[in-house]
């Protein structure tokens, strides 16, 4: 609880202490790719915020670039995996290699080959960048019969060996035991020609040992939702999984979609999705759990050489320093959800990534009117994973990885990790500040920004201005040419709400003297540019989600393919979307959407 009641106190304009005062973080003093053999396999950092922010994507290519610098692969069926698959090559695989539930004991994968849809299958809609920019493949490819069954599930490549992945977690606050994928299946690894390793997955692609009680396949309202987030967050700046293609079926796949005792038939469908790594903490969890420890140490270290490269392997300490790494990037990936208004839903400890992306969306939600106890999950009856306790929540789970690692680790180095981990409250409460501020278009930090930032909160929520347009419009006002205030008119709907608050125009005064100190040259102009930066005027919706799901449940992909599009370039102005309605006030009607665990 201690970030919730930080928040609390920052909102009341209350100067706290954190409740678990600690040491700082712990200080941190190849294979070739498939195109060229001067290639080298360079280790993808998906905290690196110039890779989201630079609008200039490239298009592809080998080692042996074209003139113009593009070399696509043109034929799907000339396009490989790479020869080293390491996942399958580096662990010891289930023996059994009949699909049927059951416990899985001394593996970290399960052979497992996706089932085919018995109905046709249709295309809805591929990132053209992920097609080209990871996967090296020339648009014309998604015209091809074999690409169709490739992403659909109903083939595979002949020397790729599928994978279910065995992990347990804690779900709710309590341990579930064995999960693992129910319905997903690892295809392979991929090496670009940036020398960037990929693991494709399908999701929904048929029942895996994992599976339990389901039926290990998706619906399509579940996988539209998927597949337009994951884009949406890359295009964010937010550490998140990709997703190349959705494809839907007429396999009738039964939903209770609320749990209310209703359940509907849906359609099928298979989003394939790709990440650098899909492990979680979930995955060292169930092996520190059954007492698996020989193979605990080897996935560990597995993880720390292939994904963590400046942790040097030979150091006696290499577990509080991987400790410390997915501490700091997972900082990172929270202050980014709460700086965007991101509620993920379900933060489980088998949905939370050891690397700190955002994986495995369902019943994600962003603020529309800021209300910090939102939650985006009906099926959550107790608000755990609400928009305000996900600092808190992650904590919790970088203690469950804290203790999975406790089988590793000396009585010592037992002890210095939870000083390290006690430095997450502090190092959290310094990046919330510094993204805010950024989000205010301020510079250096002042003694009065706290105060600022906490009393725009709190008009924000008692007046349930819109968080997104909130500050997206503040950026638009006119404030260092003229003392007089600024006029507030129809176009600029979430300010006029939020000036219903009576300290707003106090704030208003506030701002404009706060942003004297950024320096003599600073513009109107120049800030506009530097918030319109960070603060996006498009975010994937519910209601608009709803619409595109609702319209492909008809056969008409439109609305998905034009979202993916506009959900690319957050940040711009697009006159296309705002006519749609976009950037507006929510529709009534928008009020009812709900989703639940349900997919």
């Known amino acids: 609880m201690m970030l919730i009641i930080w928040t609390l106190c920052l909102t009341l304009l209350i100067t706290c202490t954190a409740s678990n005062e600690g040491g700082d973080l712990h200080d941190l003093g190849d294979e070739q790719p498939n195109h060229d053999e001067n290639c080298n396999e360079q280790k993808i950092d998906p905290h690196d915020k110039t890779k989201y ?50 416990q899985v004991p001394n593996a970290v994968f399960s052979v497992v080959h996706p089932i085919p849809f018995e109905t ?39 020397d790729s060996t599928p994978l279910a992945h065995h992990y347990g977690g804690h779900q709710f606050g309590s341990w579930s035991g064995q999960l693992g994928d129910g319905r997903a299946v690892t295809l392979g690894e991929y090496v670009n020609s940036e020398g960037e390793r990929w693991e494709l997955q399908l999701k929904g692609s048929g029942k895996t040992p994992y599976s339990r009680h389901g039926d290990g396949r998706a619906v399509l309202r579940s996988s539209v939702r998927e597949f337009l987030v994951s884009e949406a967050m890359y295009h964010l700046g937010i550490p998140t999984t990709r997703a190349l293609s959705l494809v ?54 597995f993880i720390i050489k292939n994904y963590f ?59 529309d009117g800021y209300k910090p106890s939102f939650v985006p999950n009906t099926s959550d009856d107790e608000g755990r994973y609400s928009y305000e306790k996900q600092p808190d929540i992650a904590y ?94 129809d176009s600029l709907w979430a300010l006029k709400q939020l000036n219903t ?42 209601w608009m989600a709803q619409q595109a799901i609702e319209k492909a449940e008809k056969d008409d992909f439109s609305q998905v393919q034009s979202l993916l599009q506009i959900l690319s370039r957050p940040f711009d102005d697009q006159p296309d979307a705002d006519e749609a309605g976009y950037a507006s006030e929510i529709p009534e009607w928008a009020k009812d959407v709900r989703v639940s665990c349900s997919s």
């Open 53 to 102: 922010t630079d609008q200039k994507h490239r298009t592809g290519g080998s080692c042996s670039a074209d003139e113009d610098g593009t070399s696509l692969v043109a034929s799907f069926e000339e396009w490989k995996f790479a020869e080293k698959q390491l996942l399958a090559e580096s662990f010891p695989l289930d023996p059994e290699r009949n699909n049927f539930v059951r």
């Open 120 to 158: 046709p299958v249709k295309l809805v809609a591929v990132s053209q960048e992920v097609l080209t920019d990871i996967l090296d493949l020339d648009p014309n490819v998604t015209s091809g019969d074999f690409f169709l069954a490739f992403v659909s599930g109903n083939t595979f490549l002949q």
């Open 248 to 301: 839907v079926s007429n396999d009738p796949v039964w939903r209770d979609q609320f749990y209310d005792g209703h359940p509907k038939q849906e359609r099928g469908a298979v989003v394939l999705r790709l990440a650098p790594s899909w492990f979680r903490i979930g995955s060292l969890e169930i092996l520190a759990t059954n007492g698996e420890i020989d193979l605990l140490r080897k996935l560990t270290d």
């Open 309 to 367: 490269p400046d942790i040097d392997m030979d150091d006696k300490d290499r577990y509080l320093a991987f400790l410390t790494e997915v501490i700091t990037q997972t900082v990172d990936m929270i202050v980014s959800w709460m700086a965007i208004g991101f509620a993920h839903g379900v933060m489980n400890t088998d949905n939370f990534s050891i690397l700190s992306l955002t994986i495995d969306y369902g019943p994600f939600g962003f603020l």
């Open 396 to 489: 919790y789970n970088l203690d469950k990885l804290r203790e999975a690692l406790g089988p590793l680790l000396d009585e010592e180095q037992q002890k210095q990790a939870k000083t390290i981990l006690s430095g997450y409250t502090e190092k959290y409460k310094v990046e919330f500040m510094d993204a805010f501020r950024d989000k205010l278009g301020l510079y250096i930090e002042e003694p009065e920004d706290e105060y600022m930032v906490a009393v725009l909160l709190q008009m924000m929520q008692e007046t349930e201005a819109d968080f997104t347009m909130t500050f997206r419009q503040l950026g638009d006002l006119p404030l260092m040419g003229s003392a007089d205030p600024p006029i507030i008119d």
């Open 501 to 542: 608050h009576r300290m707003f125009p106090h704030w208003l005064k506030l701002y404009r003297q706060r942003l004297q100190k950024n320096g003599d040259d600073e513009t109107d102009e120049g800030r506009q540019q530097r918030t319109k930066g960070v603060n996006p005027k498009y975010i994937l919706r519910n």
